[in-house]
C-alpha cells in the first residue's frame, strides 16, 4: 500500500482493512509484544475496566490476549504502579489510561464541573471530603466513610457522591487500586507537574484524543471515533473539522466490501507504510476488550455479532453469561462462555461460527488450554455444544493440555 498524500484518499480492501485493524489492536506481528504491559496501554490509548471477573477482571484479559501468559501480578504493576504510569478516567467507559494522556481530558473534566451533576446531586459536603483527601490522602471510599447507604448499588453515600465529583472534575485522581477499591488522591500530589500545566482547549484535546483513537483503531469511521472516546454532539462537530482540517494527522481511506455508510474512513497514515505481517495470535477475548467493544464495528469488520450477555435474564440469554470472541488466524472463528471449578476451566457453552474454516475445533482447543494455564487450571470441561464439536474438541483438548 502506498503512503499518502495530504489528504489523499487511499482505497484498502476489507481484508486489508482487517490487518490494519489487528495489528494496531497488537494481534498481529512481532512488534505487539514488545515493551510488555505498558505499551499495550500505551498502543491502545484506552483499556475498558469492568466490575466483572470471570476467569480474570476485563483489564487483565485485555493484556493476557496479546502477550499470552503474562503474570497477573505484572499487568497490575503495569496499570497502578507508584510513581503513576496511568490513571482512570471515562474514554470509552471507565478505563485505564495513559498518564500523559492527562491533560487531553480537561474538555470533559470541564463539562462536569459546568453540570455539577452526574448520576446524583452533588452533596454540600464536597469541600469537607476534598479538605479529608488534603490532610489525609490517598484514601478509598471506606476512609471516607463507605460507598452506599444500604441500599441498591446506586444508593452512594454523600462521600461516596462527593469523591466521584471530584474524580469528574479532576480534583482528585485515581491511579490505583487495592482490592479492586479505588484509591483517591489529590491529583498535583499524582499527576506530573509539567502534565498539570498544559493547558488544551476544548479543540486541542478532542483533536489529540481522535489521533491517538485513529492510531488505536488503525482504520475506523468516524462513528467508531465518536465510540472510542464517547463524544457527545459539541464535541463530534470539533471532530469532524479536525478530520477535515488534517489536524489530527489521520487520512481518508475508503474501504471497499465494507456497507456504503460505513465505506469512508480514516487511518493513521503509518499503518499504511507497509503490509501487516506476521503470526497472529490465537486467543479469546475479554468482550469490553477494544477489539470487539463497538458492536457495529465488530460486526463490519469480522462478520461477527457479538453481544454481552451478562445483564440479560438467564431464559433470555443465548450464548451466555460472559460470553467470550475466539480469535484465530485473524478471524472470529467462536465464542465461548467460561467458568471456573477448582483447577478446571469449565467451557459452560461453546459455538463456532459456520464460517470458521478447518482447524477451527483445534484453534478453540488451544485458546482454552492457554487460558486455563494462565488462570492455573488443568483441566477444561465442555458442557455444552453441538454434539460434534463436544466430540472433536475433547479430543483436540486432550492433546493440548
Given at each position: 500500500?502506498?503512503?499518502?498524500?495530504?489528504?489523499?484518499?487511499?482505497?484498502?480492501?476489507?481484508?486489508?482493512?482487517?490487518?490494519?485493524?489487528?495489528?494496531?489492536?497488537?494481534?498481529?506481528?512481532?512488534?505487539?509484544?514488545?515493551?510488555?504491559?505498558?505499551?499495550?496501554?500505551?498502543?491502545?490509548?484506552?483499556?475498558?475496566?469492568?466490575?466483572?471477573?470471570?476467569?480474570?477482571?476485563?483489564?487483565?484479559?485485555?493484556?493476557?490476549?496479546?502477550l499470552?501468559?503474562?503474570?497477573?501480578?505484572?499487568?497490575?504493576?503495569?496499570?497502578?504502579?507508584?510513581?503513576?504510569?496511568?490513571f482512570?478516567?471515562?474514554?470509552?467507559?471507565?478505563?485505564?489510561?495513559?498518564i500523559?494522556?492527562?491533560?487531553?481530558?480537561?474538555?470533559?473534566?470541564?463539562?462536569?464541573?459546568a453540570?455539577?451533576?452526574?448520576?446524583?446531586?452533588?452533596?454540600?459536603?464536597?469541600?469537607?471530603?476534598?479538605?479529608?483527601?488534603?490532610?489525609?490522602?490517598?484514601?478509598?471510599?471506606?476512609?471516607?466513610?463507605?460507598?452506599k447507604?444500604?441500599?441498591?448499588?446506586?444508593?452512594?453515600?454523600?462521600?461516596?457522591?462527593?469523591?466521584?465529583?471530584?474524580?469528574?472534575?479532576?480534583?482528585?485522581?485515581?491511579?490505583?487500586?487495592?482490592?479492586?477499591?479505588?484509591?483517591?488522591?489529590?491529583?498535583?500530589?499524582?499527576?506530573?507537574a509539567?502534565?498539570?500545566?498544559?493547558?488544551?482547549?476544548?479543540?486541542?484535546?478532542?483533536?489529540?484524543l481522535?489521533?491517538?483513537?485513529?492510531?488505536?483503531?488503525?482504520?475506523?469511521?468516524?462513528?467508531?471515533?465518536?465510540?472510542?472516546l464517547?463524544?457527545?454532539?459539541?464535541?463530534?462537530?470539533?471532530?469532524?473539522?479536525?478530520?477535515?482540517s488534517?489536524?489530527?494527522?489521520?487520512v481518508?481511506?475508503?474501504?471497499?466490501?465494507?456497507?456504503?455508510?460505513?465505506?469512508?474512513?480514516?487511518?493513521?497514515?503509518?499503518?499504511?507504510?507497509?503490509?501487516?505481517r506476521?503470526?497472529?495470535?490465537?486467543?479469546?477475548?475479554?468482550?469490553?476488550?477494544?477489539?470487539?467493544?463497538?458492536?457495529?464495528?465488530?460486526?463490519?469488520?469480522?462478520?461477527?455479532d457479538?453481544?454481552?450477555?451478562?445483564?440479560?435474564?438467564?431464559?433470555?440469554?443465548?450464548?451466555?453469561?460472559?460470553?467470550?470472541?475466539?480469535?484465530?488466524?485473524?478471524?472470529?472463528?467462536?465464542?465461548?462462555?467460561?467458568?471456573?471449578?477448582?483447577?478446571?476451566?469449565?467451557?459452560?457453552?461453546?459455538?463456532?461460527e459456520?464460517?470458521?474454516?478447518?482447524?477451527?475445533?483445534?484453534?478453540?482447543?488451544?485458546?482454552?488450554?492457554?487460558?486455563?494455564?494462565?488462570?492455573?487450571?488443568?483441566?477444561?470441561?465442555?458442557?455444552?455444544?453441538?454434539?460434534?464439536?463436544?466430540?472433536a474438541?475433547?479430543a483436540?483438548?486432550?492433546?493440548?493440555?
Open positions: 500500500m502506498p503512503a499518502p498524500g495530504p489528504l489523499m484518499t487511499v482505497a484498502l480492501s476489507a481484508d486489508e482493512a482487517r490487518r490494519i485493524i489487528l495489528r494496531a489492536q497488537g494481534f498481529l506481528g512481532a512488534d505487539a509484544r514488545r515493551g510488555g504491559v505498558p505499551a499495550v496501554l500505551r498502543r491502545l490509548g484506552a483499556v475498558q475496566l469492568d466490575t466483572i471477573s470471570v476467569l480474570a477482571r476485563s483489564h487483565e484479559l485485555v493484556a493476557y490476549a496479546r499470552g501468559a503474562v503474570g497477573r501480578a505484572k499487568v497490575e504493576r503495569a496499570y497502578w504502579d507508584d510513581p503513576a504510569r496511568a482512570e478516567y471515562w474514554c470509552h467507559a471507565a478505563c485505564v489510561l495513559p500523559g494522556d492527562w491533560p487531553l481530558y480537561a474538555f470533559r473534566r470541564r463539562y462536569y464541573a453540570r455539577k451533576y452526574r448520576w446524583h446531586e452533588v452533596p454540600p459536603t464536597v469541600e469537607k471530603v476534598l479538605h479529608q483527601v488534603r490532610e489525609s490522602g490517598p484514601v478509598t471510599t471506606a476512609d471516607l466513610g463507605g460507598a447507604n444500604g441500599g441498591p448499588w446506586w444508593d452512594w453515600s454523600d462521600a461516596k457522591i462527593a469523591i466521584e465529583w471530584l474524580l469528574d472534575t479532576g480534583q482528585v485522581v485515581c491511579t490505583r487500586r487495592v482490592g479492586w477499591r479505588r484509591v483517591y488522591d489529590l491529583t498535583e500530589r499524582a499527576v506530573p509539567h502534565l498539570l500545566a498544559e493547558d488544551l482547549s476544548d479543540a486541542e484535546c478532542v483533536t489529540r481522535t489521533r491517538t483513537a485513529g492510531r488505536a483503531l488503525g482504520v475506523a469511521t468516524r462513528a467508531d471515533l465518536v465510540d472510542f464517547r463524544l457527545k454532539a459539541p464535541e463530534a462537530t470539533l471532530l469532524d473539522g479536525a478530520l477535515a488534517g489536524a489530527t494527522g489521520l481518508p481511506v475508503r474501504v471497499s466490501g465494507w456497507p456504503e455508510r460505513a465505506a469512508d474512513a480514516w487511518a493513521d497514515p503509518a499503518a499504511l507504510e507497509d503490509e501487516p506476521g503470526r497472529h495470535r490465537t486467543t479469546l477475548l475479554s468482550p469490553f476488550d477494544s477489539l470487539v467493544w463497538d458492536r457495529p464495528r465488530t460486526s463490519r469488520v469480522f462478520g461477527f457479538h453481544r454481552l450477555e451478562a445483564y440479560v435474564p438467564k431464559d433470555k440469554r443465548v450464548h451466555g453469561y460472559f460470553t467470550m470472541p475466539v480469535l484465530s488466524g485473524g478471524r472470529l472463528i467462536g465464542r465461548v462462555d467460561p467458568a471456573r471449578e477448582g483447577t478446571t476451566l469449565v467451557a459452560r457453552q461453546v459455538g463456532l459456520p464460517r470458521a474454516g478447518r482447524g477451527a475445533v483445534e484453534a478453540m482447543a488451544a485458546a482454552l488450554a492457554e487460558a486455563a494455564a494462565w488462570v492455573g487450571c488443568d483441566a477444561v470441561r465442555v458442557e455444552r455444544a453441538d454434539p460434534a464439536v463436544t466430540v474438541l475433547s483436540a483438548l486432550a492433546e493440548a493440555l
